[in-house]
Nanobody, 121 residues
């Protein structure tokens, strides 16, 4: 069973930065797609970024140029570096793994527990 643990969330002022980490246990990220998603209160979960199984990165338009997804195979950890944060980035952020970068509603994703990111204005 895939176990993913996110960390690195917290409270930050607008314009600040956070780096989320997603560590896997009993599983190796290599060869799989890793996605970062977020869900704000009262809103549906949405895709933020996805790293394909051949390590091409895709981003939601609103985070392009501010967020960067990366992976460290040695640490079996995936990161989401978030810069120039805005209040509208406030959400619970989830990492997930699948064979490909499927849409957010695909049942093929295996999910972490989420990490709260709050950006104050």
């Amino acid at each position: 069973e895939v176990q993913l643990v996110e960390s690195g969330g917290g409270l930050v002022q607008a314009g600040g930065s956070l780096r989320l980490s997603c560590a896997a246990s009993r599983f190796t990220f290599e060869g799989y797609a890793i996605g970062w998603f977020r869900q704000a209160p009262g809103k549906e979960r949405e895709g933020v970024s996805c790293l394909t199984n051949d390590r091409n990165a895709y981003y939601k338009d609103s985070v392009k140029g501010r967020f960067t997804i990366s992976s460290d195979n040695a640490k079996n950890t995936v990161y989401l570096q978030m810069n120039s944060l805005k209040p509208e980035d406030t959400a619970v952020y989830y990492c997930a793994v699948a064979g490909e970068c499927y849409g957010v509603t695909s049942p093929r994703w295996s999910w972490g527990q989420g990490s709260q990111v709050t950006v104050s204005s």
